[in-house]
Each structure stands twice: as C-alpha cells, then as structure tokens.
C-alpha cells in the first residue's frame, strides 16, 4: 500500500486539556467517522495499547491489536482485539 493509496479525511486529537477525552473515551473515532460520514462497519482501528483496543470497541469498530513489544499480544487479546499482529506490513498485505 502506498501513500498515495489512503484517502485521508482529515486529523483529529483529542481536546487540549481535557483528559476525559483521552482513549479509551471512543470521542475521537466518534468524531473523525462523522466528519468522513463512515459507519463503524466500513472502518477499522489500529491500536498497540489496551486502551486503544477499548476506545476501538467502544466506538463499535473493528479492532487490530498491534503487539509492537514483548508481552503485549496477551494483554491485547484480552482487551478484545479481534486480531492481534506484530507486523504492520501484514496489515497492510491484507488491506490490499
């Protein structure tokens, strides 16, 4: 998959200084699919912490759990994570 593949609809962060907004509140995947008009089914998230993995939920979304360290496969899993990889370039293999 190249750059030039992904259709980006913008950025979006949580509000400066407001710490409930942070994950695992699903407000920023809540908000970046009504800016873009997605519904949860056509969307997936990525996330390499727990945390992601409940805000991803959450939202109703479809979550890969991205083990990037040792140990982090278990935790992610039991978080719900539908799948769980320790490699991007798997992600993007099967996006293609």
């Given at each position: 998959?190249?750059?030039s593949d992904?259709?980006?609809a ?5 509000v ?12 920023l ?10 519904v949860p ?12 993995v409940?805000a ?8 890969i759990?991205y083990a ?12 719900g ?16």
């Open positions: 998959m190249e750059p992904i259709d980006v913008g950025v979006f962060g949580r400066p200084g407001d710490p409930t907004s942070m994950k695992p509140n699903p407000g995947l809540l908000d970046a699919m009504s800016a873009s008009s997605a089914a056509s969307c997936i998230f990525i996330g390499d912490a727990a945390r992601d409940e991803g939920t959450a939202a109703g979304l479809a979550t759990g990037n360290k040792a140990g982090t496969a278990a935790t992610l899993t039991a978080a994570a539908v799948v769980v990889t320790e490699s991007m370039s798997a992600i993007a293999a099967a996006l293609r």
